[in-house]
């Protein structure tokens, strides 16, 4: 499947933002598509993640709350609903997804970027 992240921009803390990952090519049930973030000079972070069939989510600590994941199976579209964005979150946010929910990531979208003004 390949995989295209958007929705990126600009934002003050406080503010929501919603990023869209749009897939194409294959896409099975049991795949699970999830989220990342890389801030400069920082390793990348999974952020969360759904399964393509059943919609189960899964968040990293430092997000849950605050950001929810959904997907639209006639659109293939997999979305990030950010809310109350701090600045520690400003970060290239990625896309990915996991063939098979095995969490190994198999395929990579391009990352967009998110700015949060303090």
């Known amino acids: 499947v390949q995989l295209q992240a958007f929705g990126g921009g600009l934002v003050q803390a406080g503010d929501s933002l919603r990023l869209s990952c749009a897939a194409s090519?294959?896409?099975?049930?049991?795949?699970?598509v999830g989220w990342f973030r890389q801030a400069p000079g920082k390793e990348r972070e999974f952020v969360g993640g759904?399964?393509?069939?059943?919609?189960?989510?899964t968040y990293a600590g430092s997000v849950k709350g605050r950001f929810t994941i959904s997907r639209d199976k006639s659109n293939k579209t997999i979305y990030l609903q950010m809310n109350s964005l701090k600045p520690e979150d400003a970060a290239v946010y990625y896309c990915?997804?996991?063939?098979?929910?095995?969490?190994?990531?198999?395929?990579w979208g391009q990352g967009t970027l998110v700015t949060v003004s303090s």
């Open positions: 990915a997804v996991d063939y098979g929910s095995n969490w190994t990531w198999d395929s």
């Open positions: 090519g294959r896409q099975y049930s049991s795949d699970r």
């Open positions: 759904i399964t393509w069939g059943a919609g189960i989510t």
